[in-house]
C-alpha cells in the first residue's frame, strides 16, 4: 500500500414513509423503538440520497462532506455506524489496480464520504432515514462486510431510528426486536415495490418547511441536527418553535401515558392488520389504518408535557378535504399520513384517484401566480396530464369539490407538491460519473 492510490464507491438509497409510526425509544443509544412500525419506501428517483464513500492510505482523518459542505464526524451517532461497519470489514483486493486490504488495515484507514438529497428544498422529508442508509450500506459494500441488508439495518437504525427502514424497497417492517443489545431489531421487506405498484403517492410540502429549511441548511445541520441538538429545543422557524424527533420522542416516553398504551396494546395489533392488507392489496383498510395510525401518532404528541404541534393549518385542510372525499365515494380513495412536521404525504389508491386528488389539492392549494406549473407540481408529472391541467389558466378553471360546500382556496399555503410511488431499496452506482469524490483525491468534486 505505498502508492496514494484512492479506492471508492457510490449508493443510491431512498427514503421511507412510515404508515405505522416509530415513536418512541426504550434505549436512547442504541436506538431500540417501544413499538414495531411499518413504511412504504418512496422512489429514489424522486427522493433519495447519494453517497460517495472513498479510502486511500493518504487520508489522514475520517470527513464527510454533506450536499457541498464539510460536517463533523465526532457525534455518536456517526461514531456508531462508523465502528459496527468497520468491526465487519473484511478483506478486499483490486488486482488491476494492485491494491490489497486486508481486515486489520481497515482499522488504522481513515475514510471519505460525500453524500447529497436530490430533494434540497423538502426538509422534513426523512432526510436522515436515506442519509444513514446510504452511508450504512455505502461503506460496507467499500468494506466488503458480508452482512445482508436485515444486518445492515440494525446499524442504519443506531444513526436514525428510521433508517433501518430504507435499507429495502416496498413495503417494510421494522420488527422492535427484544434483546437488549438490539441485535434483533431489524428490518425485513413485507413485500417488493412491484407487490403495489399501482399506488401513487402525493406530498404537499408545506410553505413553512422551506423556511425552516433556509435556517438548518445555513446552520449546517440537516440531518446531523439528529447529532447536535439533541436534548434541546432548537428554533427552525422565525415565526415558532419546532421539536426534532428525537427530542419530542424523549420528552413523549418520559411524560405521555397515551404512549404506553399506544406501544402496548394498539400497535401489535394494527401490524398485523397492516401486513395482511398490504399482502391483500387491500385499500380500503390499509387506508383506513394509515389514517388512524397517524392520527394517533399526534395525538400522543398532543398527550407529551409540554404538548407537541407538528401539524398546521394546511395539514388539517388537507386532512379535513381527503375524509369528506372518502365518506362521500362510500370508500376510501386515498391515505394520509404526517411525519414530524405539517408536510402531508398522501396515498392515492391508483392513478385515477391520483388525478382526482391532484385536482382537489390544486384548488385548494392554487400556486401564486408567479409560480410556474412546473416547479410546483414535481416527480412524476403525468399525473398532472391524468388530471387534465397543463398550464396556470387549467389551475384557475377548476371547480369546486362537489363534496364541500366551503370552496376557499389557499393560494401559496403549500410550496410545491411531489407525486412519486413505491420504489426500489439500495443500489450502487457503477457509473463514475456519478461518484461524488474525485477518484484522485478523495475530495469532493
Ligand atoms: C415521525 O428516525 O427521525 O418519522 O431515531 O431519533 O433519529 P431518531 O428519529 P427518527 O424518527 C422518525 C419518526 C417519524 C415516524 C417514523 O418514521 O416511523
Wanted: hydrophobic fraction near 40%; include cysteine.
Amino acid at each position: 500500500m505505498s502508492e496514494p492510490w484512492v479506492k471508492m464507491v457510490t449508493a443510491q438509497t431512498p427514503t421511507n414513509i412510515a404508515v405505522i409510526k416509530y415513536w418512541g425509544k426504550r434505549d436512547e443509544t442504541l436506538i431500540l423503538p417501544v413499538n414495531d412500525s411499518i413504511s412504504i419506501t418512496l422512489d429514489p428517483a424522486h427522493l433519495c440520497t447519494t453517497t460517495t464513500v472513498a479510502v486511500s492510505p493518504s487520508f489522514v482523518q475520517d470527513r464527510m462532506w454533506l450536499n457541498g459542505k464539510e460536517i463533523s464526524l465526532s457525534g455518536g451517532r456517526y461514531q456508531n455506524c462508523l465502528r459496527e461497519i468497520r468491526a465487519r470489514a473484511c478483506d478486499i483486493e483490486d488486482k488491476e489496480r494492485g491494491i490489497k486490504i486486508s481486515k486489520k488495515d481497515w482499522e488504522k484507514l481513515h475514510v471519505h464520504i460525500a453524500s447529497y438529497n436530490n430533494f434540497p428544498t423538502a426538509a422534513g422529508l426523512a432526510s436522515s432515514a436515506a442519509g444513514f442508509a446510504c452511508l450504512v450500506f455505502a461503506l460496507a459494500k467499500l468494506m466488503n462486510a458480508k452482512e445482508d441488508n436485515s444486518e445492515l439495518s440494525a446499524i442504519a437504525r443506531q444513526g436514525s431510528g428510521s433508517a433501518c427502514r430504507s435499507l429495502f424497497g416496498g413495503f417494510v417492517k421494522w420488527n422492535m426486536g427484544k434483546v437488549e443489545d438490539g441485535s434483533d431489531s431489524l428490518a425485513i421487506q413485507v413485500v417488493d415495490e412491484k407487490h403495489w405498484h399501482d399506488l401513487v403517492i402525493i406530498i404537499a410540502v408545506d410553505l413553512q418547511t422551506i423556511h425552516s429549511f433556509a435556517i438548518s441548511w445555513r446552520n449546517n445541520s440537516f440531518f446531523c441536527d439528529k447529532l447536535e441538538i439533541r436534548g434541546q429545543r432548537c428554533i427552525v422557524s422565525s415565526r415558532e418553535k419546532e421539536t426534532s424527533s428525537t427530542t419530542g420522542m424523549h420528552e413523549t416516553v418520559e411524560t405521555s401515558l397515551l404512549l404506553q398504551h399506544r406501544a402496548k396494546e394498539i400497535v401489535p395489533k394494527r401490524i398485523v392488520q397492516m401486513e395482511m392488507s398490504i399482502k391483500n392489496r387491500d385499500f380500503a383498510s390499509f387506508a383506513h389504518l394509515t389514517c388512524a395510525d397517524s392520527n394517533q401518532f399526534h395525538a400522543v404528541c398532543l398527550d407529551t408535557c409540554p404538548p407537541i404541534f407538528y401539524m398546521n393549518d394546511t395539514s388539517h385542510r388537507i386532512i379535513s378535504c381527503v375524509e369528506k372525499w372518502n365518506r362521500s365515494e362510500g370508500t376510501p380513495q386515498v391515505a394520509y399520513t404526517f411525519d414530524a412536521g405539517p408536510n402531508a404525504v398522501l396515498i392515492a389508491h391508483n392513478r385515477k384517484a391520483a388525478a382526482q386528488l391532484l385536482q382537489k389539492l390544486l384548488f385548494y392549494f392554487p400556486p401564486n401566480s408567479d409560480t410556474q406549473l412546473n416547479s410546483y407540481v414535481l416527480g412524476d408529472k403525468s399525473i398532472l396530464k391524468d388530471a387534465g391541467i397543463e398550464d396556470l389558466k387549467d389551475v384557475e378553471a377548476l371547480p369546486p369539490p362537489s363534496e364541500i360546500k366551503d370552496a376557499a382556496r389557499y393560494k401559496g399555503d403549500v410550496s410545491y407538491f411531489i407525486c412519486t410511488r413505491p420504489g426500489r431499496g439500495p443500489v450502487l452506482l457503477s457509473d463514475e460519473s456519478q461518484a461524488l469524490l474525485s477518484p484522485e483525491t478523495g475530495l469532493p468534486k
